[in-house]
């Protein structure tokens, strides 16, 4: 069993080829939650949603986030009515939102209204949020002290990020699916996806007992780079690696995750940095990284996947015992 | 400054006539909430939202509830994530519900909010709720004691009626601008609209105050029959009165009313009736009260204004010394 750490647009597409090419009990995606907000009175969990729409195959691949075809109705009436408009919700999205809002509100779990609404989705493969519990992924920034979404969405990632923490850490636990996944005799790797290491893995692995769990592991942790050729091929991700002082490139990426993980996959644009990142004591694999389309997210992810049984005989036969 | 009591479709057709013969400042509408309820975490008020977008002119004519060009892909896809499908929320109206249960959970007042939204739906004239407090509306029935939107939506009034009472009675206030114009000096009628006596104006009557306000009246009340023919024009009304052991006509409304009102507005059909409605003591004032078209709304209207003149010149003039 593989267990895949992802945030949002970037994690998704690797996690839909990983859906591709492992079967569904042979995955789990815990996905970041240190997104989520409170808007509108509804619970928005941005990451989760992504992941939830691109595996049920109905995201809209051109905007990179919601609903393909998608309508706005509600939009343009919360806007003659004076209400808040800045965090687009299209109409069919917004479904998630009150469903999900209205279970919480019942006494669910996220985690158990996630699976719900995979299931009502027809998505085979288990998805889970990295807590049930609230932590939050805090910006300070030029302008102060931003709620994640204030800075990514309403400001759109323009404030010069000068630090970022998380509350409600002391709080907060893995959720149920994360955690056994973690302990399982079963978990032959860990995958991170192509996300925002700052913004969307940092979160899952500041929920407590992540970071020890995959200190002390018996199972390689492979992490995909979001960077490619020194740009983030989505969101600020380069930006913000500019803002705390690092030169955006995958070799960055290596010493954000140095001691954590046992290889670091980047892109052919990248090859030139293999020898550096093999240095910081990781393997460097080099393939395509870039995923326009299906195909080359299954390419991806069966790279991946054969490079853990490759490199680390050891560790899944070990795994496998 | 005349006061109306309205309930939903039936009412707001009246309204949306007095509107268009009454200036803003002569006006005040007055809307039962007794149909109110919490459904997917959203606080609904179905007469208010009748009322407001039956003046704003964006009501749905056809169906009578509702927005007109509304769009339906949030429902669509609520029944996809399996949701609560049985109360119709089309995209548009939904901003509707979202927005008010944002600025409710903000503190403010549900008369607060509704002055809020008629104005951002340029609305001139002022709406107010019954009362800012919960007072429910809850029908006994053959089928058990049930909410009302679960007896009038989920069930579509089928379980016969035995009796109806309200809930929170003993917490309700009138909301401010209710109370008010009950207690003004420029108050010159109260118009009862032809709205559903036992589910509509009822709960408006129950808000602890309002009966002994227009029992200790120096001004005339004036209600108009929602019964032509021993028919409701809209809604289980005919049906209740049948069930509660009423025969359904304007004679019976006259009834439910006896003490309350000065004059009953009935329909030429119901022309017959007059004298055993006078014989209850009150004027029966003979027009057509059938509302299919704004200039129907507005004629019907006038005929009530001016009945309020003709009939009770004293009463007028003692109001507005």
Redesign the interface.
């Known amino acids: 069993m593989i267990l895949a750490l992802a945030g949002g647009v970037g994690g998704a597409k690797l996690a839909k080829g990983l859906s591709e090419v492992l079967a569904p009990e042979e995955l789990l995606i815990a996905v970041n939650t240190g997104d989520d907000f409170e808007h ?3 619970h928005i969990s941005p990451d989760l949603d992504t992941m939830m729409y691109t595996l049920a195959g109905i995201n809209d691949p051109v905007q990179g986030w919601g ?1 393909a075809g ?2 706005w ?6 806007e ?4 808040e408009t800045w965090f687009r919700l ?7 939102h ?2 999900r ?2 279970r919480l ?1 019942a006494g669910h779990s996220l985690s158990a209204v996630t699976q ?2 995979c299931t ?2 027809n998505i085979a493969h288990r998805i889970a949020p990295m807590s049930d519990d609230s932590l939050r992924t805090i910006v300070h920034t030029s302008s102060g002290r931003l709620a994640f979404q204030d800075y990514f969405v309403r400001r759109r990632a323009e404030p010069a990020v000068t630090r970022i923490d998380f509350d409600g850490v002391g709080q907060a636990r893995m959720s149920a699916a994360l955690h056994a996944a973690l302990g399982s005799t079963m978990l032959a790797a860990v995958i991170i996806c192509p996300s925002n290491p700052y913004l969307s893995i940092a979160p899952i692995l500041t929920v407590p007992g992540v970071r020890d769990a995959l200190g002390q592991r018996r199972v390689p942790v492979i992490a995909v780079s979001p960077i490619v050729a020194g740009r983030a091929l989505k969101g600020p991700a380069a930006k913000i690696m500019r803002e705390l002082g690092a030169e955006p490139s995958s070799l960055a990426v290596a010493e954000f995750y140095r001691g954590l993980i046992d290889a670091l996959v980047v892109d052919e644009a990248d090859a030139e940095l293999s020898a550096a990142i093999d240095a910081l004591g990781m393997h460097a694999i080099v393939t395509r990284t870039v995923m326009h389309d299906l195909q080359s997210r299954t390419s991806l992810a069966r790279t991946v996947v054969d490079s853990v049984q490759s490199l680390f005989p050891l560790a899944t036969r070990r795994s496998a015992r």
């Open positions: 509108l009175g509804l609903i998608e309508t109705s509600f939009m343009q009436a919360l003659t009515l004076g209400g299209g109409d069919r999205d917004l479904a998630t009150i469903e809002t209205a509100r719900h609404l009502q989705l």
